[in-house]
């Protein structure tokens, strides 16, 4: 098991899409680290200069070189794991979050949100960032403890999908926006085509469940993560869906244009999950999920809305 470095450039990044034809900018075994850097922000959305605030060196050189793609996130990978094949999953262990600058921004933008038709405006809130003591300060004074993660973890999508937008999470994962896959976290995916190929970025310092005026604490992170291949036994695929984990919780996750059919696919999924996991039928698991099983919309925000089911461990 070996240790890799991946920092964001403009040469190890994509932005704005998925594609399952980009060649890979790092290849590990399975069982590997790797230690990677992510940027967020365009021109935009980047704190002018009497703010005192620094834009660090590789979000400047990518705003420079690169132009978003369909999408809004600039997404380090992907990262290859040798031996993967389609109908494998993929374990993904988030070993740690670290902030990468000393700031992030809130947007609100016309047309988007949970909420256009009552904000149509634009507006970036410039946050402080104290690393120290983990913390962010808004303009009006609230103090909100730092909870950072990934909004966007995937792998690559379909090979028939071609060239898809970042912002929809879809079978492949991408922009889930789930603020439970913090550090100490695993997520597992399905993987559609040879090699995996991972990427990671959309920073989020804070964010509450429904991300409702469209953004979280956008900001740059480092992450430190460890990948598991788990071998497809037979024809069948071992995973159609992500799922994670947490210390505490087992997740299962539900997306779709209408919130409604989201949650719906979030709590089949669990249901499916309790019963490959216990000697529970369907219907045992369906009433345990009304019993223990806590649905949560995880946002609003990206065309495809989602839920996640969130199961004390200690109740399987």
């Known amino acids: 098991m070996a240790r890799h470095r991946l920092d964001a450039s403009p040469e190890t990044v994509h932005w704005g899409y998925f594609d399952s034809s980009l060649q890979p900018v790092l290849t590990i075994a399975s069982g590997d680290t ?14 002018p200069p009497e703010s005192g605030l620094a834009i660090p060196p590789a979000l400047a050189a990518i705003n420079e070189t690169l132009a978003p793609e369909l999408g809004a996130h600039i997404l380090t990978g992907p990262i290859a794991i040798e031996g993967a094949e389609p109908g494998d999953m993929l374990e993904v262990r988030i070993e740690a979050i670290r902030p990468g600058a000393d700031w992030g921004f809130c947007l609100v933008r016309p047309l988007s949100g949970t909420l256009p038709e009552d904000f149509p405006l634009s507006r970036v809130l410039h946050i402080p960032v104290d690393r120290a003591r983990n913390t962010c300060r808004l303009p009006w004074g609230t103090e909100l403890p730092l909870r950072p993660f990934f909004g966007v973890m995937g792998v690559a999508p379909p090979p028939a999908y071609g060239r898809i937008a970042s912002n929809p999470p879809r079978e492949h994962a991408g922009n889930l926006d789930n603020k439970e896959l913090v550090a100490g976290s695993t997520l597992f995916l399905p993987v559609w085509v040879p090699g995996a190929k991972f990427s990671v970025g959309d920073g989020h310092g804070v964010q509450g469940d429904g991300e409702v005026c469209l953004t979280a ?30 210390p505490t919780h087992y997740i299962s996750m539900g997306l779709n244009e209408d919130l409604d059919l989201a949650m719906k696919q979030a709590l089949r999924e669990m249901i499916a999950f309790i019963a490959s996991r216990s000697n529970l039928s369907p219907l045992d698991a369906y009433q345990l999920c009304s019993l223990a099983v806590d649905f949560h919309v995880t946002q609003t925000v990206n065309g495809i809305k989602g839920v996640h089911g969130m199961l004390r461990k200690d109740l399987l």
């Open 217 to 246: 604490l956008e900001m740059c992170l480092d992450g430190t993560l460890t990948f598991i291949l788990h071998k497809k036994q037979g024809s069948a695929p071992l995973l159609s869906f992500p799922r994670a984990e947490t």
């Open 34 to 47: 790797v230690d990677v850097s992510c940027v967020s922000g365009r021109d935009a959305a980047l704190p």
